[in-house]
């Protein structure tokens, strides 16, 4: 299984879709039957554990906080049962239901219980970077969310809700990161 | 019942009655209200009350409930298949400020896209402020070229006017001293960001008849001791202005004009207030007053002026006057010219050209400015330089650069700590022109009063047909090559000319159905902004216009009101309304 991870996660970076912390790649994604925090009401509750699975894998806790930490699991959640038209949302489920089915064909067990290196190998099938493809399109979701929230905005990117000031030209080093607005 | 009808009339008179609560309603309720006149301003919407009713001015982006603050796709194609066509608008933040088309109906016989807001401030909360001067290169074009008819004011007319209304709402911007876009009196310029530095320096050495300047906006840079004593503070530059702005740094009439008038003691808005007609008195030949519509209750209601002043926008400022019939003006208030309705303008959007800007990746800006850059006109200036065979007019760019921030290339290969952190630095820089072209009047472009289709009040409705011709479609491919054509001259990457479709109202300046002109043979109104037929009743809205120019109009249109409103005052002291 080592071998296999490993090729798997070299043809991954070598797409540029992949990076992971180091000592990462080996350890669980999470713990089986983890509790989510959150109750689903877009997703079924076995979707839902995809769900933080996936969220987790695009954005990561880093030195910066992760998806899951931000919510957004269930905030990707509450835009399928109240934004998504039906049709956008019984995309999504399909997303989170193959990359479930596909875990438990390669490895024999559910998307969230596999290694974060497996998720990814699997998650790459999916994220070819079409715009309009239903892996895509959860993905935007799951980005906007994070940056969204508030650990993301005020953590991950700058957030300043009353600039005061307009400068027009200034060294990227002073601000350090992309405005959150 | 007869003294209760006395009394009513008594007790609902007053000196002035203005229609409308936005751009020029809140101008003409300032302006008569100071000038001792006793005002109602009848709005149709509900109240909006500067700061307590701005429900999302201090949102944050982990407030809202949908992704990006966008509504659901379903509620957008139920509610407001129209208000989202302009794609950047409609929002969770905004959606109070916009009306709901399911509500409120009209028909296209091509598409029109008719963007509204009703409620007190009316669109005044929503627009970008941009704030430009016409020339006389605008008011003597119809004339000099035999299209439409001539305008019956030149720019010395208004700039005055202009002078005033500049001092009182504060516009930022800078000085260049371009006949074609007179300067103003302005509060400091915003600043140019590292590349639009460079493409102001690049266009002016490469094209000399090109300027490029920083936007003219109204927003406070540096506020006077008139507007702080209004309440009004400094632009903190969050540019979230559409939501309302808790420092009163942008003109509205919820911030400023209707404050102002609420200070004379003259003044008295009533909400929910849908006039759907002019009274006429035959026998003295003037309006009496107005017929409203509670919009709530359903109740029918008169209220009787000296003197009435249409400032309800310019479609819903015919409307009212097409719905306004009787044996002396059957087909519509004071329509003997048969123009009421006709020769509907916009400006024509969204073509233009993009590109990236490498080399300044080490740079970048703090503050959200609420602003862009503005390239003046510079076709058809009147010299054999810059005379186009193709095209009448011209057309001024708006744009700007800047650098993405995460939300770019979302759906992008690409998960994991690598992607977040790629995404948590700024992108590269971006650089964007669009033009903003003129449209000239049309006797066929045309909005009509359909009493087949009722609103939900049992309200005709408007039915339009209008769209762009043969002189936008030229002026369009100019539009698109000359900003390929400076982008690449700055020597910025990837130039890419962009054109979409434009309809008319998509530029959200519809304006011309009821216009000036000399003659009442041909025109609706006069050289102040009465109707020729009915001295008593002015229409300053966007409805005036006789021409369209390629700038922003709300300045004009405040200009033109608060000089109407002196004419008014003055007419009504000697007699003459």
């Not at chain 2, 371009?178 to 266009?203: H, R, S, Y």
């Not at chain 2, 309440?231 to 540019?239: E, F, I, L, P």
């Not at chain 2, 029918?300 to 003197?307: G, I, L, P, Q």
């Amino acid at each position: 299984m080592q071998s296999r991870r490993d090729a798997l996660l070299t043809f991954a970076a070598a797409w540029g879709v992949l990076s992971l912390p180091a000592g990462a790649a080996a350890q669980p994604a999470v713990a089986v039957g983890a509790n989510l925090g959150w109750t689903p009401s877009g997703v079924t509750l076995s979707q839902a554990q995809v769900l933080d699975a996936l969220a987790e894998l695009i954005a990561p806790a880093t030195d910066t906080p992760g998806a899951r930490e931000a919510g957004v699991p269930a905030y990707v959640d509450r835009t399928i049962a109240g934004y998504c038209t039906a049709a956008e949302a019984g995309e999504f489920r399909g997303v989170l239901d193959a990359l479930d089915a596909d875990a438990r064909a390669r490895h024999g067990k559910g998307f969230a219980t596999l290694s974060i290196a497996d998720q990814a190998a699997i998650a790459a099938t999916y994220d070819r970077g079409q715009k309009f493809s239903p892996f895509g399109r959860l993905k935007e979701v799951v980005l906007v969310g994070y940056f969204s929230s508030e650990p993301g905005a005020t953590v991950a990117v700058r957030y300043d809700p009353i600039p005061g000031d307009y400068k027009g030209c200034i060294p990227l080093s002073e601000v350090g990161r992309a405005w959150a607005l | 019942m007869a003294n209760l009808n006395t009394r009513w009339r008594q007790e609902n008179t007053y000196d002035a009655i203005v229609v409308g609560s936005g751009m020029t309603g809140g101008w003409a309720a300032k302006e008569l209200s100071e000038r001792g006149l006793k005002t109602l301003v009848l709005e149709r919407g509900r109240m909006v009350r500067h700061l307590e009713d701005y429900p999302t001015a201090a949102t944050h982006p982990w407030e809202v409930k949908y992704p990006r603050a966008k509504l659901p796709p379903d509620e957008l194609k139920a509610k407001y298949p129209v208000q989202n066509r302009t794609g950047y608008a409609l929002t969770e933040y905004t959606q109070h400020f916009f009306v709901r088309d399911d509500e409120n109906p009209y028909t296209e016989d091509q598409p029109f896209d008719w963007i509204r807001g009703y409620h007190v401030g009316g669109r005044s909360l929503l627009w970008a402020r941009q704030s430009y001067r016409w020339s006389d290169l605008d008011f003597e074009a119809n004339a000099k070229e035999g299209v439409g008819v001539d305008w019956p004011v030149r720019y010395r007319d208004i700039a005055p006017w202009y002078d005033y209304v500049e001092r009182y709402i504060g516009v930022s911007g800078q000085a260049e001293g371009l006949p074609q876009l007179p300067d103003g009196v302005f509060q400091p310029p915003m600043e140019m960001n590292c590349v639009e530095k460079v493409l102001k320096a690049k266009t002016e050495a490469r094209f000399p008849e090109r300027r490029v300047t920083i936007g003219r906006c109204a927003h406070l840079t540096e506020p006077t001791e008139e507007q702080i004593a209004l309440g009004r503070g400094k632009c903190q530059h969050r540019n979230m202005c559409m939501r309302g702005c808790p420092f009163g740094a942008y003109f509205s009439s919820n911030a400023v004009t209707l404050v102002a008038a609420e200070k004379t003691g003259n003044f008295k808005l009533r909400p929910h207030s849908i006039v759907t007609e002019i009274l006429y008195d035959a026998r003295k030949g003037r309006a009496s007053g107005v017929r409203v519509q509670d919009e709530a209750t359903g109740e029918v209601m008169e209220f009787y002026a000296k003197v009435v002043f249409l400032c309800a926008s310019a479609l819903n400022s015919t409307w009212i006057m097409m719905n306004s019939t009787s044996r002396r003006f059957p087909n519509g208030f004071g329509n003997g010219s048969d123009q009421l309705g006709r020769n509907i303008m916009d400006h024509h959007l969204g073509v233009g050209a993009m590109a990236e800007a490498p080399g300044y990746e080490d740079r970048y800006y703090s503050g959200r400015r609420p602003n862009g850059l503005y390239i003046p006109r510079f076709r058809n200036l009147g010299d054999a330089a810059t005379k186009r065979s193709d095209y009448l007019r011209g057309f001024g760019y708006q744009g700007g650069a800047g650098r993405p921030n995460w939300d770019r290339n979302l759906h992008a290969a690409g998960l994991g700590a690598a992607r977040k952190d790629e995404l948590s630095q700024p992108g590269p820089w971006m650089v964007r022109i669009g033009g903003f072209g003129e449209i000239l009047p049309h006797a066929d472009n045309r909005v009509t009063l359909n009493r087949d289709r009722k609103d939900r009040y049992g309200l005709p409705t408007l039915r339009f047909d209008a769209g762009l011709r043969g002189n936008e479609t030229a002026m369009r491919r100019d539009m698109k090559t000359a900003a390929v054509e400076m982008l690449e001259a700055a020597g910025f990457t990837n130039v890419v000319g962009y054109e979409t479709p434009s309809p008319p109202g998509l530029g959200i300046h519809e304006m011309g159905t009821a216009r000036m002109g000399r003659d009442p043979k041909t025109s609706v109104l006069n050289a102040h902004n009465q109707v020729h037929e009915c001295r008593n009743v002015y229409v300053t809205d966007g409805a005036c216009m006789t021409s369209a120019s390629c700038v922003n109009p709300s300045l004009t249109y405040m200009a033109l009101t608060t000089r109407a409103c002196a004419h008014a005052v003055e007419a009504g002291r000697r007699g003459e309304l």
